[in-house]
């Protein structure tokens, strides 16, 4: 069963499962009784977002190419860190037999750590569904 990247807060899709949100933060003016029912997602797995000075960073500035490459060497060393990879190694194996998804807010996926995490976990054995 494939592993599912979305974007928090859009309608789930079809036979999607559990929905993890791979965010630092909860999203803004929402209760938290509310995350699963308004499509954000079931459970808050904030250890595969980046760390806050990693997104401090990232907003700061509008992407550039150089900006990106960077950004996404920074996520990668920070996700090779012991008990991201173990979380990918359990979500890698989880995907042979469980729905589920992982996403982040950001309307562009092209600028998006969800983008990049995808390949940690293909690397880790996860079967991953096509990019939309």
């Not at 928090?8 to 899709?13: E, F, I, K």
């Not at 995350?35 to 700061?60: G, I, M």
């Not at 750590?113 to 880790?124: F, G, N, Q, S, V």
Request: proline share 11%.
């Amino acid at each position: 069963m494939p592993i599912h990247v979305v974007r928090l807060g859009t309608p789930r899709l079809p036979n999607e499962g559990l929905r993890l949100g791979t965010v630092r933060r909860p999203p803004r003016g929402v209760r938290k009784s509310e995350f699963a029912r308004r499509d954000f997602y079931d459970v808050w797995l904030p250890e595969l977002a980046p760390s806050a000075p990693l997104v401090s960073w990232a907003l700061a500035d509008p992407w550039t190419p150089v900006r990106w490459r960077r950004y996404e060497r920074l996520y990668r060393r920070e996700m090779a860190q012991p008990a991201p990879r173990h979380l990918i190694a359990t979500l890698a194996a989880l995907s042979a037999t469980t729905s589920f998804s992982v996403g982040c807010y950001c309307a562009d996926e092209t600028c998006c750590h969800r983008a990049i995490l995808r390949e940690p976990l293909a690397d880790a054995g996860a079967l991953m569904s096509p990019r939309p």
